[in-house]
């Protein structure tokens, strides 16, 4: 029964349907107008307006000193990582609880991940579990951070802010800087969250942003990276765009470089999404006070909300079910009956590729995979 009241109240939610999706894009501004105008002028491909203006706007509204995009997220984690001084045979804190493109990204490199536990109230790295890993794991040689086992050295921590809600930052960036460690912020998630008032992505040496499909803005498929070091933002386009020198005619290199270059096409769709950034983020909070106030009645099932100190995007809502067996039946009851719900990713220790990497119990990580489920939070206007 308590199930059928659940589904009822999402279909309500979102307007009725026999099927209600996880999350969809909504394009209620000025998406066409300024498509029109890339097919018009026949800047579609990695040259155009929409590019700088899509990068000069991301920068003003996250507070950075210099926003750069590319290709994918993945692409933008795999650059800042690079940009950090991440190199072959280094080891990288990270959460098992995340996505596959945090590990990928790292992999390209060579790096190795060390997986550290999260926060019951983030869903996030947890800085007080950074702390016990490095305390027991590490030493510190000539003002580098090692591996007291593996003898790598730790260059860089990627936190990720799951589902939109920001980890406790000035916990996290407190304990990299006594060891020395690079901050690299997976903020694919958050766009639009924030931390004591500052957007997520601007805490660290770089941050990455993902615009996905299914994210709260999107270019249909693309990323960005944040920098607050102007010099490094710069090398980052240099290097991400083929690590062309300039000249009318000459094609001279100077770097290896990267076809990471969003296309202009791309980033004209995301100057329109930008423009209703605040309104889809206003909508999805709305959305989030609404299930929060409805599962309150609804006993084995509680709602996920946002950590103090934080204004989250709830990108995607989760509740938390008691137990394994209950959360099966939640997602096999509601998918059976056109609300698409999921289970948290499989957790990155668990994959053939990772199942060999140093963790540290992974305790409250597991607790979260064995109880997890996101449901419908697509944007609610237009």
């Not at 099927?19 to 498509?35: T, W």
């Not at 790295?125 to 950074?130: F, M, Q, R, T």
Request: net charge negative.
């Amino acid at each position: 029964m308590e199930l059928k009241k659940t589904i009822d109240f999402i279909r309500d939610l979102y307007g009725g349907g026999d099927f209600i999706p996880l999350s969809v894009p909504v394009f209620i501004g000025n998406e066409k107008k300024y498509l029109e105008e890339c097919i018009d002028t026949t800047f579609v491909s990695s040259v155009g307006k929409f590019v700088d203006r899509f990068e000069n706007d991301m920068a003003a509204y996250t507070g950075c000193r210099r926003a750069v995009v590319c290709v994918s997220g993945t692409n933008a984690l795999h650059m800042s990582l690079m940009l950090a001084g991440v190199e072959r045979d280094d080891e990288v804190l990270t959460q098992a609880l995340t996505f596959i493109a945090t590990c990928n990204a790292l992999s390209y490199i060579g790096a190795h991940p060390v997986f550290i536990d999260v926060d019951k109230d983030t869903m996030g790295l947890s800085p007080k579990a950074v702390r016990e890993w490095l305390s027991k794991n590490s030493e510190m040689k000539e003002g580098q951070c090692f591996n007291k086992r593996t003898g790598r050295r730790v260059k860089a921590c990627v936190p990720m802010h799951t589902f939109g809600h920001p980890v406790h930052l000035d916990e996290l960036v407190e304990v990299l800087e006594e060891y020395h460690i690079e901050l690299v912020e997976d903020a694919a998630e958050s766009i639009g969250s924030l931390y004591k008032g500052r957007h997520t992505g601007t805490f660290g040496k770089v941050g990455a942003l993902s615009f996905n499909g299914n994210k709260t803005i999107t270019t249909g498929g693309g990323g960005m990276m944040l920098f607050d070091d102007e010099e490094l933002g710069a090398l980052a386009k240099h290097i991400t765009t083929q690590a062309k020198i300039p000249h009318r005619w000459e094609f001279r290199h100077d770097h290896i470089g990267y076809n990471y270059r969003m296309p202009n096409i791309n980033a004209a769709l995301g100057c329109a999404q930008l423009e209703h950034i605040e309104e889809y983020v206003a909508s999805k909070r709305e959305t989030a006070k609404a299930y929060e106030e409805f599962f309150k009645d609804v006993d084995g099932v509680d709602f996920f909300t946002e950590p103090s100190d934080s204004r989250s995007n709830y990108w995607l809502n989760a509740v938390i079910l008691k137990d394994k067996e209950a959360q099966q039946a939640f997602l096999q009851y509601t998918n059976d009956h056109g609300i698409m719900t999921r289970p948290i990713w499989e957790l990155m220790n668990r994959l053939p590729m990772f199942e060999h990497c140093e963790n540290d119990g992974l305790e409250i990580t597991t607790w979260f995979a064995d109880r997890v489920v996101n449901i419908p939070s697509s944007v609610r206007v237009g």
